[in-house]
């Protein structure tokens, strides 16, 4: 009784945590360190100054002029706060969201101004009014700004939600399924120790292709995933499956998103190693260029083995998720290179807490 | 009752050792003994050549040839033995099974499926060639040869081309030239990707084509001949397929 009551209130509290998290995603300020956000403001404020430069042009031959005039003013603010929410990315992403939001708009209206008032300082006047004046106009455009990335995050959450679904989309074929109980069968009365550890590995898959694979986990947990696979493969295949792994350590702690690699390694498996007569090598590397993750993979090519439907699916399900988590910084290649056929995929490196 | 001859063919070492258990655990209900194991179709053919086999059964997913095309090959002895197809999971191979009456095990197989399976392949009538040919959506990885009771398997990889002549068709290929009886117009179609057809009686491997060589044009309109790599023949082209051969050759 004592027990329960002292665990339910913990219950609730952990219910309402997750439940405040979950509205933290649809309400945050976007991420200042993604390509794809920053050249999103780049191009708004710039079309904004184009647009003032045409009202305030006479004749046409006076746009390039005025839009100079006020890019000399507008650039050096711009890049100043890119600058400065880059390094407060962290900061800003910890606070409530309206409290985030007010940090953002006093960034730009203390950049905005600082960097005005330097740039009057050096022509030796300070026009008090305009710089007011250029102050309020950058936090509006801010505000329009932070709101159209709130309401685009908020039309993308549905989807993120929707990734969870596409991963179990992107599931275990059947086929590996059942010749794998197969297999299992095959080893009970033999070798029931195996069988036990196969059965394991089995139930730990599919625990992973059931959970919720909303969030993204640490690349470590993703290899050990593959790595039961493999061992499942290996049982069924022999040493007809050879796998070479090269992992730095630095990669381990990555953040990607769930089910990233096991359905590439199934592919690799099922087009690469099934078809062949000898035995083929699938080769794994994960590894880190500057702040970068990179992922190879690549398998034995059979031209004969024409089931490539779906090996695309499965690649386009991972481009979809890796675009809905990175946006535009990440990127996944795939195509036969001889004799092998080979997926790149670079994302940006997230430490895992 | 005279034990029934089983070969077992697949890939999968476990999955071999199943059927084995499996054959073991209903040989009191149906007599059987295992004749043979083979890792894949090319093997099995060979065993079900230099063996007296009654049943074979058969897992459909194989690498280099797959157990469908093996019952295909199996099909040109003159008494071949039953065929029992195994799978996983080949949604298209056992909609085509239920549709041909084509028998078939799915994995994890049952011990008593198997033995409802041999005791219908020992007395019931056998799969023809065909209901496979309906079965198998894939062209042939191999054209098999029946000489003297033995059993040639040519790679069409290896084929410069096929002619027909009378009863037979020729294969040729850069060693030799094999007689099979087959249709030509069948051949066509089943392997449209890899022939195109020169003249009524000729189809010649797309991939081999080198060029083309004008002939004696005494008359009035030019004719032409295929040059293949590998074979010193020159293949006359007829007129009436020289347009289609000709746009083959500019792409």
Redesign the interface.
């Known amino acids: 009784m004592l027990l329960a009551g002292v665990a339910r209130p913990s219950a609730l509290a952990e219910q309402k945590e997750s439940s405040i998290r979950q509205n933290d995603r649809t309400n945050a300020l976007p991420d200042f360190r993604n390509l794809g956000i920053v050249a999103r403001i780049l191009l708004v404020v710039n079309a904004a100054a184009l647009a003032a430069a045409l009202v305030r042009a006479q004749r046409a031959a006076e746009i390039d002029a005025r839009f100079f005039e006020i890019a000399f003013w507008v650039e050096p603010a711009l890049f100043a706060i890119l600058a400065a929410l880059y390094a407060a990315r962290g900061a800003l992403a910890r606070l409530r969201y309206a409290a985030g939001f007010a940090c953002a708009l006093a960034i730009v209206a203390v950049l905005t101004g600082a960097m005005s008032a330097v740039q009057s300082l050096l022509g030796r006047t300070i026009d008090w009014a305009g710089l007011l004046h250029g102050v309020v106009l950058a936090v509006a455009l801010a505000a329009v700004l932070l709101e159209y990335f709130r309401v685009r995050n908020r039309a993308f959450s549905p989807a993120l939600a929707e990734a969870r679904l596409q991963a179990l989309q992107a599931r275990i074929?059947?086929?590996f399924?059942?010749?794998s109980?197969?297999?299992v069968?095959?080893?009970i009365?033999?070798d029931p120790k195996r069988a036990e550890r196969a059965l394991e590995d089995l139930a730990d898959l599919f625990r992973s292709l059931l959970a919720d694979n909303r969030q993204l986990i640490a690349m470590r947990e993703e290899i050990s995933l593959c790595r039961q696979y493999l061992n499942l493969e290996h049982?069924?295949?022999?040493e007809r499956l050879q796998v070479q792994w090269t992992v730095d350590p630095g990669a381990e702690d990555a953040l990607v998103p769930p089910m990233l690699l096991q359905p590439l390694v199934e592919n690799a498996v099922y087009h690469g190693i099934?078809?062949?007569?000898a035995a083929g090598t699938i080769e794994i590397r994960i590894g880190m260029e500057g702040d970068r993750v990179v992922v190879g993979l690549s398998n034995p090519y059979h031209a004969?083995h024409?089931h490539r439907q779906g090996n695309r699916m499965a690649l386009a399900n991972i481009r979809e998720r890796l675009q809905l988590h990175f946006d535009v910084e990440a990127k996944l290649d795939a195509g036969v290179d001889g004799e092998r056929y080979r997926i790149d995929m670079v994302m940006p490196y997230r430490r895992a807490p | 009752m005279t034990p029934l001859r089983v070969l077992i063919v697949d890939d999968e070492p476990p999955a071999r050792a199943r059927l084995r258990e499996l054959l073991d655990d209903c040989r009191a209900e149906v007599p059987n003994a295992i004749v043979g194991e083979a890792g894949n179709g090319i093997e099995g053919l060979d065993l079900v050549v230099s063996s007296t086999v009654d049943v074979v059964l058969a897992d459909i997913h194989m690498p280099g040839m797959s157990g469908i095309e093996f019952a295909r090959h199996i099909q040109g002895l003159e008494a071949p033995p039953a065929v029992i197809f195994v799978t996983a999971h080949d949604q298209y191979a056992v909609e085509a099974f239920e549709l041909n009456a084509v028998d078939y095990l799915l994995k994890p197989v049952r011990a008593s499926r198997v033995a409802s399976a041999l005791k219908k392949a020992a007395a019931g009538p056998r799969v023809t060639r065909e209901v496979l040919d309906r079965v198998d959506p894939l062209p042939r990885r191999f054209l098999s040869v029946n000489e003297r009771g033995r059993l040639t398997l040519v790679p069409l990889t290896d084929v410069l081309y096929l002619k027909a002549e009378l009863k037979y068709v020729t294969v040729q290929t850069g060693e030799r030239e094999y007689l099979i009886e087959e249709s030509l117009a069948r051949l066509e179609q089943e392997f449209a990707g890899l022939f195109i057809r020169i003249h009524r009686n000729c189809l010649v491997a797309r991939q081999r084509i080198r060029g083309f060589e004008r002939l004696a044009d005494d008359e009035a309109e030019a004719s032409w001949a295929v040059l293949l790599e590998g074979c010193v023949e020159k293949l006359p082209v007829s007129r009436r397929q020289w347009a289609q051969v000709k746009a083959l050759a500019r792409s």
């Open positions: 074929r059947p086929h399924l059942f010749n109980l197969n297999a069968l095959a080893i009365r033999g049982l069924r295949l022999g099934e078809p062949g007569l004969e024409q």
